[in-house]
Every structure is written in structure tokens, then in C-alpha cells.
């Protein structure tokens, strides 16, 4: 069972796939008195077959692909809390409660999760601006070329990740258009920023990269997140 955090449409959503589905939940034969392994394609079939309306559907269903063992693309469905209280409702094999009570724990802690994320993410942009003026107002963003936050983002980034920001990027799989901080965890983020508030006040009292750089690197007391 897998509930995730996943961009859809530009939002951050909890979701789980139709696969994680089929694999989790079996199909009891009433008649054979049996139990049997769920097929993708017959979760995919109740998706489609679903007597909800479009409006719940695009709400709470979303299109999307895998790659399976043979490293094709195959169709699977995203699908959010209650999209996915809506698919199981006429799961009944004896197991199915079970699962059921499981994933809606997954779902209620990740959503959890998700808001924590949400929160740190606007706390980090007022730090984030605060670093950013302090570098300003500094001689390090002209000595630098305009390019001081990149080169003390990219410090930080090494001090608690081991990886400049281009190494996450492709580590996370993601382009130079998408904003790496939307695919940290609130963990990450409220390090990031408690380190941009260190470096912010480093830079407030003339200190300058060299200096900042050995610093947190000696006495980084926080801790440090390992990819």
C-alpha cells in the first residue's frame, strides 16, 4: 500500500494509484468460495465503469502512466481520498475492510504531511527574501555578478544534502523549469531555511563567502539529510 504526495495539474495532491490497488486488494469468488488476485485492467474497467459524474471524476480521478517489467508505458489512474472511497465502496472480499481502514490512515497522515509541507513552504518565502536582501544590500551579489543567492543556495544545498542544486534536480528527476523546492519534504525545507536564516545574519555582519562556507561547514549542527 503506497499513498504519495504528487503534482497534478500545478497542485500538490495525496494519491494512490490503480496499480498499488489491484496489487493490495484481492477479489473473493462468492460462488467458488476463492480468492483471487485482483487484475490492473479489471480496477481500470471499474474506474471507467464508475456511475459518478464527470464533474467527480475530473475532480478526483486523474489519467497517468508506468512503465511495466517489459519497460513499456502502460495507462494507470491517480487517484485522490475520495476517488479512491469511491472505487473500493463495492469491495467486499473479507479482506477488504482491513485494507480499506489501512489506506484511509495513509491518506489522513499524508495529507498531514502534505499541509506541514505547505505551511514550511511559506514560511521559507519570507526567509528566503530576507537572505536574498541581505545579499543585496551586500558586496557580495556585485562581486558575484548578480549570481550570490545561486552560489550560497547551491553552499547550503551541499552542507545539508551532499548535492548543489543541479545534482538534486536529477536525482529528483526533475527539469530546470520546475521549482526543486516543491519536491522536498517539510524536513528539508525547515533546514533550508533555518540554515538561510544563519547565512542571512552571517552576511548582515560583512561576513563573507569564504567565511560563511567554512563556517557552516564546521559547525553544522543540524541534521544533515542524506539523499
Given at each position: 500500500?503506497?499513498?504519495?504526495?504528487?503534482?497534478?495539474?500545478?497542485?500538490?495532491?495525496?494519491?494512490?494509484?490503480?496499480?498499488?490497488?489491484?496489487?493490495?486488494?484481492?477479489?473473493?469468488?462468492?460462488?467458488?468460495?476463492?480468492?483471487?488476485?485482483r487484475?490492473?485492467?479489471?480496477?481500470?474497467?471499474?474506474?471507467?465503469e464508475?456511475?459518478?459524474?464527470d464533474?467527480?471524476?475530473?475532480?478526483?480521478?486523474?489519467?497517468?502512466?508506468?512503465i511495466?517489467?517489459?519497460?513499456?508505458?502502460?495507462?494507470?489512474?491517480?487517484?485522490?481520498?475520495?476517488?479512491?472511497?469511491?472505487?473500493?465502496?463495492?469491495?467486499?472480499?473479507?479482506k477488504?475492510?482491513?485494507?480499506?481502514?489501512?489506506y484511509?490512515?495513509?491518506?489522513?497522515?499524508?495529507?498531514?504531511?502534505?499541509?506541514?509541507?505547505?505551511?514550511?513552504r511559506?514560511?521559507?518565502?519570507?526567509?528566503?527574501?530576507?537572505?536574498?536582501?541581505?545579499?543585496?544590500?551586500?558586496?557580495?551579489?556585485?562581486?558575484?555578478?548578480?549570481?550570490?543567492?545561486?552560489?550560497?543556495?547551491?553552499?547550503?544545498?551541499?552542507v545539508?544534502?551532499?548535492?548543489?542544486?543541479?545534482?538534486?534536480?536529477?536525482?529528483?528527476?526533475?527539469?530546470?523549469?520546475?521549482?526543486?523546492?516543491?519536491?522536498?519534504?517539510?524536513?528539508?525545507?525547515k533546514?533550508?531555511?533555518?540554515?538561510?536564516?544563519?547565512?542571512?545574519?552571517?552576511?548582515?555582519?560583512?561576513?563573507?563567502?569564504?567565511?560563511?562556507?567554512?563556517?557552516?561547514?564546521?559547525?553544522?549542527?543540524?541534521?544533515?539529510?542524506?539523499?
Amino acid at each position: 500500500m503506497l499513498v504519495e504526495i504528487k503534482r497534478i495539474s500545478k497542485m500538490e495532491m495525496t494519491v494512490v494509484s490503480s496499480l498499488d490497488v489491484a496489487e493490495t486488494f484481492t477479489y473473493f469468488d462468492e460462488e467458488n468460495q476463492r480468492e483471487y488476485i485482483r487484475e490492473h485492467k479489471a480496477v481500470l474497467r471499474t474506474i471507467r465503469e464508475l456511475k459518478c459524474s464527470d464533474e467527480f471524476r475530473g475532480e478526483h480521478f486523474s489519467p497517468s502512466t508506468y512503465i511495466d517489467s517489459r519497460g513499456k508505458k502502460q495507462p494507470c489512474e491517480l487517484m485522490d481520498k475520495d476517488g479512491f472511497t469511491m472505487l473500493v465502496m463495492g469491495f467486499t472480499d473479507p479482506k477488504a475492510i482491513k485494507f480499506k481502514e489501512a489506506y484511509i490512515k495513509q491518506f489522513n497522515a499524508m495529507e498531514k504531511a502534505l499541509q506541514g509541507k505547505l505551511i514550511e513552504r511559506e514560511k521559507g518565502i519570507a526567509v528566503r527574501q530576507s537572505l536574498t536582501k541581505a545579499l543585496q544590500q551586500s558586496a557580495e551579489n556585485e562581486r558575484m555578478h548578480g549570481h550570490a543567492y545561486s552560489t550560497y543556495t547551491n553552499c547550503i544545498y551541499k552542507v545539508l544534502f551532499g548535492k548543489n542544486a543541479k545534482q538534486l534536480r536529477e536525482e529528483l528527476g526533475i527539469s530546470k523549469k520546475d521549482n526543486l523546492r516543491d519536491y522536498l519534504s517539510a524536513e528539508e525545507l525547515k533546514a533550508i531555511q533555518s540554515m538561510e536564516c544563519l547565512v542571512s545574519g552571517l552576511v548582515d555582519c560583512g561576513w563573507g563567502y569564504d567565511q560563511i562556507k567554512e563556517f557552516i561547514q564546521q559547525n553544522n549542527t543540524m541534521l544533515q539529510i542524506a539523499a
